[in-house]
């Protein structure tokens, strides 16, 4: 039997992992990425808890979570392209005046 | 003792892939090892009896979503990062206030493992309460996601029609207007 | 002189046989169509097919791997290492997987060598609907990387437009499969076939094919268009791609890519004689044979794509992807609501 603490552990590790991703890496599709772990790490823990109490809410919970990630990725992937266009450059450090 | 084992296997190659994605250079190695992550990530829900969350993992996660960063980055052509930046970036080698911070941050994660060790009512096994079947029934999911969650399901299909027209609007090249 | 085993191991020694037969008997399917594709299609197109190696051309797909196995192995310039290696074994490895929770044949205790029954077939997960649909589309990863690492613009064109094609049709595919599931009321294979049991009448079987003849037809569509198969297989559309994305390809890495797809077909066969067909449910047979009557409809499926491969035209690439989203899946969808508002009529 594998304690409920080794599952928040490893969830806790990767949630840790993606925002060093989001806050290191210099390209817009790798800072995607980064936030699609976090939210695998979210998903993890409420599954853990789910278990834990017996209830099917955590998995609930993970449902919508996936959802509302693959909308999410959706329309930054589409606003992704568009930058792209137009600056030809996929570095955040390329966006940095706010004119267009 | 083999699920142990197996749990260790899971969440080892799920962490390794993980910060393998976020170390990578070419941005198309890191979409594949975030499909190992997700693959490894499936099989910790399984052991923990959500199979149909593990088998959705799957076909969301890594069956759509992963194609869809794919396709964008081969239709970018995205290119690796240049050598210059990734110097300039690389955590070992930025000025001495973002070293402070990156021991701070594993300073964080030492002090989140102790927390968690420390907390009561996390120690027991995972499976303590409740039985597997009621949990992995995927009869049971639907009936709870139908009855107590129909407005979350319904709005969430409301949102997923938004993200859909507003992808495609986003996406689209604006035509010249003569 | 006899050995004794415990039942614990006779079993575990069994079900290792059953999944290892299982494999080779997938090995077998795609090397005896290659055969019977070139054989029926030239019959279709009044010829011999391959005559001359074995009686009758038997031999020919032995001959076809030598001849692959000898070829030089060829990696262009630009290729991305890894990725060039790692797509056929992509493509072939979802291709295997995909099979591993289809049933092939009722409980059989091997004439009583066993105390309790066991189920021929690899796994039964009692999400094993899902599952196959999940390792169908990890399938389309193998032919992305591929028209992506061969570096040439023609494997780019047919990697991109193989994959658009399979998530755009996986949509009619997975509507199709839930409204089989709303009628078998279960996501396991096993229960789904175990819910076409019987008959009507004493002579028309309970198949669901009867109860959803428009979902069957979506169905098919869906798999042919699922494997790249003509009339749509624009991916490896010979005339005009060159050969899409295994243009580059040569030797065992070429070859694991039309064993994916042969095994792919045989997949979505079996899976469609689970759910449409009745699967291992059949007259005259006791049920521990039931696995022969589900080779010959598998076989009557396979015969099907390939007799449709030969006979119909290849669609053009942007009429295929409006047949899938305009034509294919509001029809699904439209026989996913009959079908759940006749459930619910009748089950009041």
Known sequence: ?100 | MPETLIFYLLSGLAIGASALVIGQRNPMYSVLMLIASFGALAGLYIQLDAPFVAVAQIIIYAGAIMVLFLFVVMLLNAPKEDGADWDRTHPLRLPAVTRVGSMLAVLLVVQLAWALMEATGVGGPVAGEGNAEAVSSVRQLGRTLFTDYVFAFEATSILILVAMVGAVMLARREEERP | MRFVVSQMELRTLVQLGIIGLTFFMLINASAVLVLAERKIMGFMQQRFGPYLVGPHGMLQPLADIVKLLFKEELRPKGADKWLFTLAPILSVTAAFAAFSTVPWGAETTFFGLLDEPVKLGVADVNVGVLVVFAITSMGVYGIVLAGWSSNSKYSLFGGLRASAQMISYELSYATALAAVVLLAGSLSLREVVDAQSGTWLGVIPSWFVFLQPVGFVIYMIAGVAETNRAPFDFPEAEQELVAGYNTEYSSVRFALFPQAEYINMATMSAVATDLYLGGWHGPFLPPEYGWIWFLLKVGAILFTYIWVRWTLPRYRYDQLMRFGWKWLFPAAVINLIVTAALVLYFNA
């Open chain 1, 1 to 100: 039997m594998i304690p409920l603490s080794h599952y928040l552990f490893v969830s806790a590790i990767l949630f840790c992992i993606g925002t060093t991703g989001v806050f290191l890496r210099r390209n817009l599709i790798t800072i995607l990425l980064s936030i699609e772990i976090m939210l695998n790490a979210v998903n993890l823990s409420f599954v853990a808890f789910g278990r834990q109490m017996g209830t099917v809410d955590g998995q609930i919970i993970v449902f919508f979570v996936m959802t509302v990630a693959a909308a999410e990725a959706a329309v930054g992937l589409a606003i992704v392209i568009g930058l792209y266009r137009h600056r030809e450059s996929l570095n955040p450090d390329a966006f940095v005046s706010l004119k267009w």
